[in-house]
């Protein structure tokens, strides 16, 4: 990341000295190193904006904020896969699905599928 995409990545009111910049732009750098794959594009903005946050933000408060998002993230999978589950048991013992059909409307694999079943 060049310093000019990283000032237009913060844009107008960013709060940042010119040292605070550089800071970042170095953190900016170590972050692409960590995170080098074009698929890794999401985690590359998730780390700056964390690194942008911790210098801009109290620690504290920004921890237990994510915190807060990571845990309320985890219920929010397992009501999700609960309900796929019931969903799937139903409609493959109703022979409305199969299987493999059901795992992959559902993006999850076949062998989870199976062992919700009792086949495994």
Do not use: C
Not at 11 to 21: F, K, P, T
Request: glycine share 6%; hydrophobic share 40%.
């Amino acid at each position: 990341m060049q310093k000019y995409e990283l000032i237009a990545w913060l844009g107008d009111d960013h709060g940042l000295n010119d040292e605070q910049i550089d800071e970042l732009l170095r953190t900016a750098g170590e972050i692409e190193e960590q995170y080098p794959d074009e698929d890794d594009r999401n985690d590359r903005e998730a780390a700056l904006t964390a690194a942008y946050r911790l210098m801009v933000e109290a620690p504290e408060d920004l921890v237990a904020e994510l915190a807060a998002k990571r845990t309320a993230a985890r219920v929010a999978e397992r009501k999700a896969l609960v309900a796929l589950r019931q969903i799937g048991v139903t409609r493959i013992n109703n022979g409305d699905a199969t299987e493999a059909g059901f795992a992959h409307q559902a993006r999850i694999d076949r062998m989870s599928v199976r062992k919700w079943l009792g086949k495994r």
